[in-house]
């Protein structure tokens, strides 16, 4: 990954790495998720509790996103790959950043899906 890396190549090339047939990768987004280490519960100290989501637009650059905005003390983020599908149908539920959501999660997603650009060029 370089800082010219797009979003929707970062997904390409991890779910190559998984042998996943190229038909697949539109069904996959990057995701931004921030949390806490630990997560303050009782599943272990080491683990991740993530707490909001925000699915990154296909052209974004995530690398550039990391360098310009740092979460606060006592937080992190990290960027995972998500199933398009499963952000549609958190989304469907109403979640509106009050409740939990699917994963634990609250999704944050733009007008037109979060895609930039229209969709798949």
């Given at each position: 990954?370089?800082?010219?890396?797009?979003?929707?190549?970062?997904?390409?090339?991890?779910?190559?790495?998984?042998?996943?047939s190229?038909?697949?990768?539109?069904?996959?987004?990057?995701?931004?998720?921030?949390?806490?280490?630990?997560?303050?519960?009782?599943?272990?100290?080491?683990?991740?509790?993530?707490?909001?989501?925000?699915?990154?637009?296909?052209?974004?650059?995530p690398?550039?996103?990391?360098?310009?905005?740092?979460?606060?003390?006592?937080?992190?983020?990290?960027?995972?790959?998500?199933?398009?599908?499963?952000?549609?149908?958190?989304?469907?539920?109403?979640?509106?950043?009050?409740?939990?959501?699917?994963?634990?999660?609250?999704?944050?997603?733009?007008?037109?899906?979060?895609?930039?650009?229209?969709?798949?060029?």
């Open positions: 990954a370089t800082p010219r890396s797009s979003a929707r190549q970062l997904v390409r090339e991890a779910l190559e790495r998984y042998g996943l190229p038909d697949d990768f539109g069904q996959f987004a990057l995701c931004d998720v921030v949390g806490r280490p630990g997560g303050g519960t009782a599943t272990g100290a080491g683990g991740w509790q993530g707490e909001h989501l925000r699915e990154v637009g296909d052209w974004e650059r690398l550039v996103l990391q360098e310009l905005w740092k979460p606060k003390a006592g937080w992190s983020r990290r960027f995972e790959i998500r199933r398009r599908q499963e952000l549609d149908r958190a989304a469907d539920t109403g979640d509106d950043g009050d409740s939990a959501g699917e994963w634990g999660l609250s999704p944050r997603r733009r007008p037109g899906g979060g895609r930039e650009g229209g969709g798949d060029p």
